[in-house]
């Protein structure tokens, strides 16, 4: 083999070796290039899970923000509600509350009722003696039905008429314009045992407040329906 038979034979060896070269970069370029994609595509999903998340997570924040926020207006609206409708019934008690008074200027027949509260009082009193307390007006129409009143009582409790002595402390004076909030009392009797451990008070203003408490479902139910009684 002579020197050009060698050269040319190193000149192929070469180009093999050098296409061979070409062949395997362009497969590392290649393979290269797959994972760079697989490995940018998994990033950009990674991200795109992060950003869901984070998107819904504050979703859910703002979904509790305005479940909270409709629960506070709809419990202020509730209190307005029954501040509306307690307002309401209060001023249908203050009414009434008026009306005691004329109850008192009809002087015969709140004569009789005087003396019915007496009555009343002693049967639940059962005392043989008892401290009487009215307004400083009623005492004269008090002292006149006491005599009634004691019989009466003792014809219904089967005793001895009882001892009633008058308090020289009164009970307040009707409502005045002068003092519109200070103590007053629209009429009536308050009765006490002697020693003071039993106190009945049977007066206008009192009645009204059980009454009022009794009915006060009954009032509401007939104001606002069944859900407010």
Not at 98 to 106: C, G, H, I, T
Not at 122 to 127: A, G, I, Q, V
Not at 163 to 174: G, K, M, R, S, T
Request: proline share 4%.
């Amino acid at each position: 083999m002579n020197d050009a038979d060698v050269s040319k034979q190193i000149q192929q060896m070469v180009r093999f070796i050098r296409q061979e070269a070409e062949e395997k970069a362009n497969e590392i370029s290649v393979s290269a290039e797959e994972e760079f994609n697989i490995e940018k595509l998994q990033l950009v999903e990674a991200e795109k899970k992060k950003i869901r998340q984070e998107y819904e997570r504050k979703e859910k924040q703002v979904q509790v923000r305005k479940k909270i926020e409709y629960s506070m207006q709809l419990n202020a609206s509730r209190i307005k509600v029954l501040q509306a409708q307690d307002d309401l019934v209060n001023a249908m008690k203050e009414a009434a509350s008026k009306e005691l008074l004329n109850v008192s200027r009809d002087h015969h027949n709140y004569k009789h009722l005087l003396k019915d509260l007496i009555v009343q009082s002693l049967l639940r009193l059962k005392e043989p003696s008892v401290l009487l307390r009215c307004r400083e007006d009623d005492v004269p129409l008090v002292e006149s039905v006491l005599h009634s009143a004691k019989e009466e009582y003792a014809e219904k409790s089967n005793v001895h008429q009882p001892e009633i002595i008058v308090d020289n402390i009164h009970l307040p004076p009707p409502p005045s314009h002068h003092d519109p909030h200070g103590p007053s009392c629209s009429g009536g009797v308050v009765l006490a045992s002697r020693d003071g451990k039993i106190v009945f008070e049977n007066t206008l203003d009192a009645r009204l407040d059980v009454v009022f408490r009794k009915k006060l479902p009954e009032i509401r139910k007939s104001l606002f329906g069944q859900i407010a009684a």
